[in-house]
């Protein structure tokens, strides 16, 4: 039909495929309802029971998604570079939202808000993260501010985070100094001399995919290689491993719990 709609009627006629977790979150936070979602062991929010999963997110099945027939196909900014030209063979209007960092996600909660006609629960949530963070920034004002090494684990090797990623950006905000600096990239390959000269003085070990195995391949490489022992934080027992559920790859609504955590670790 012709004419103007209201954002509200809008969102009631679109049909909106989230392919990644932590999207589907927010668009439950915010009241509303997809055809699609991924395929994923994790626990999604129950609004969703019986919709169509449409596979892994970093490979949806595209047929699939096409059959479903979406308004709005959407992902996150992490995964565009493999996604972006499979979307647009498959002739889908793809959406990456930028959750890499807290600013940044409380940006794309606000975006699907004015996108969706649900600006008042958008503003609402976008928002509580504000109040966590100023309250940890205040206890954190005067303290020491330690020196950290985030290690991002994938099945059978392990990056190095900088603060371009979440997880580098939330210690960042609290006031976490990062070993690596001048980055403009998210992870780096690791070179373990170059870590140990650094000398963090907490080391984050934080597993995607796979986090049984990947804390098992931590803990054999901390135990295999030499190196390790001679890091002040290992000795010092400050080798912290996060909570998958908490620290994802892209931001997410456990973002508040992510801050008091990972506060805890870096001001025991």
């Known amino acids: 039909g012709g004419g ?6 809008a ?3 679109r049909r909106i495929v989230s392919t990644t977790v932590a999207v589907t979150q927010m668009m439950d936070a915010l009241g509303i309802e997809l055809v699609g979602v991924p395929t994923s062991a994790k ?3 129950t609004r969703y029971d019986g919709v169509a999963k449409v596979g892994n997110p970093m490979s949806p099945d595209m047929e699939l998604v096409k059959s479903l027939r979406p308004t709005d196909v959407l992902s996150v900014t992490t995964l565009r570079y493999d996604l972006e030209p499979v979307f647009e063979q498959a002739g ?11 600013a940044d996600m409380q940006e794309a909660i606000r975006g699907l808000g004015a996108k969706f006609g649900r600006e008042a629960e958008a503003l609402a949530l976008a928002d509580g993260y504000d109040e966590t963070l100023a309250r940890l920034q205040q206890a954190a004002s005067g303290k020491t501010k330690p020196t ?11 990056l190095v985070a900088t603060e371009h990623s979440y997880i580098g950006d939330l210690v960042r905000l609290l006031g976490g100094v990062n070993i690596v600096q001048g980055e403009k990239v998210e992870y780096l390959a690791s070179n373990t001399e170059y870590l140990q000269q650094a000398d ?8 995607h995919g796979m986090p049984d195995e990947v804390i098992e391949m931590f803990d054999a490489e901390f135990k295999k290689n030499d190196i390790w022992k001679h890091f002040q934080a290992v000795q010092n027992g400050r080798v912290y491993d996060l909570a998958e559920e908490l620290f994802g790859t892209t931001g997410n609504l456990a973002a508040k719990e992510a ?4 506060y805890a670790k870096l001001y025991p």
């Open 4 to 9: 103007s709609s209201s954002p509200e009627s």
């Open 11 to 13: 969102a009631a006629s």
């Open 43 to 45: 626990t999604l929010p």
């Open 92 to 102: 889908l209007n793809a959406t990456f939202l930028d959750l890499t960092s807290l």
């Open 148 to 158: 950290v090494l985030i290690l991002l684990g994938v099945p059978g090797s392990y």
């Open 200 to 207: 963090p003085d907490v080391i984050l070990r934080a597993a």
């Open 259 to 262: 801050l008091e955590a990972l």
